[in-house]
């Protein structure tokens, strides 16, 4: 017997669902968590400058040449993969030809003191050094994301195809045929879902590293440039504001992940000063991925699910 070209038509429609749900879930997550990334650069690199700029005599704020200086400064440190602007006032003072910040943005930044996301990336307060008075802005770039596929992810969406022209070929074929095609089509899909979710989860880990990694480089430069913190810990806490500072042994510079009375952290050892380190540690990104894999596999599932409607209908 031959299915109906409708039912046939179902399938196909159930296998693009099944393809594509899953890869916009990843895209949305990498951009989510990219975005995540953006805030935290943007916050710590706020940080920096609060901690390394000093005020102007007989005022608050910061003196404008020492943070033009600074910011200059942040902006080519080596390692740094943050790309960040920062405004004092509304004046742009890294790229001397990017357009001012809109009075009206600084404005909503002073009134609401807390991070405002923008078409680029996202844009966060610039404090002065008692931390009261927003005096600007720092605005971080998400930069592109792409799809964010790996090569696992690849394999399984082929096989997912596969399996699914297999599966919808076979619709109104003798049980003996359809139902082996139709565990093929499934066992494909769970694959494809759980690579999808292996991909967010990639994802978030890269976005928690390379804030660790961002955050060491400013601390260790903010401890270079202001010596009264190497042996002040807590005085650096506004560059690493969701992360906490332990002491800590000499390390190399990976980033691990560390189990703490139950709980496992993303930690990054900091060299301060010969002999005299700090540890960051903070919650992964990834540690809040676990709803995915169900989703994942339930939007990849909406391929075999599809067709088992389309044999009901054939029938």
Not at 229 to 247: E, K, M, N, Q, Y
Not at 270 to 294: K, Y
Request: aromatic content about 6%.
């Amino acid at each position: 017997m031959t299915a109906p070209e409708p039912s046939r038509r179902t399938a196909v429609v159930a296998l693009a669902a099944a393809v594509l749900l899953p890869l916009a879930g990843v895209r949305w997550a990498a951009t989510h968590f990219a975005r995540t990334l953006a805030t935290r650069e943007a916050a710590a690199a706020a940080g920096y400058l609060a901690v390394v700029t000093r005020a102007p005599r007989g005022g608050g704020g910061y003196d404008a040449a020492q943070l033009l200086i600074r910011a200059r400064a942040l902006a080519q440190l080596p390692g740094l993969s943050a790309r960040v602007e920062v405004y004092h006032g509304t004046a742009p003072l890294i790229r001397a030809t990017a357009p001012p910040l809109a009075p009206a943005t600084l404005e909503r930044l002073r009134r609401d003191v807390a991070p405002e996301p923008t078409a680029d990336g996202v844009l966060t307060p610039l404090l002065d050094r008692d931390g009261w008075d927003v005096v600007g802005a720092v605005a971080a770039d998400v930069g592109s994301v792409g799809w964010p596929v790996s090569q696992w992810s690849f394999a399984a969406l082929l096989l997912i195809v596969v399996a699914g022209a297999q599966a919808t070929r076979a619709l109104g074929a003798p049980p003996a045929t359809w139902r082996p095609a139709l565990a093929r089509y499934t066992a494909a899909a769970c694959l494809f879902g759980a690579a999808a979710f292996a991909d967010v989860r990639l994802a978030a880990q890269d976005a928690t590293e390379r804030w660790l990694d961002d955050t060491r480089l400013l601390l260790e430069e903010a401890a270079a440039r202001v010596p009264d913190l190497r042996f002040a810990p807590p005085g650096l806490a506004r560059v690493a504001r969701d992360a906490a500072i332990v002491p800590a042994d000499s390390a190399g510079p990976a980033i691990t992940r560390r189990d703490a009375a139950g709980v496992v952290y993303a930690t990054v050892a900091v060299r301060l000063a010969p002999g005299h380190w700090i540890e960051l540690r903070a919650h992964p990104l990834e540690a809040a991925t676990g709803v995915w894999l169900p989703a994942m596999l339930a939007l990849a599932l909406f391929g075999p699910l599809g067709a088992r409607l389309a044999t009901w209908a054939a029938a």
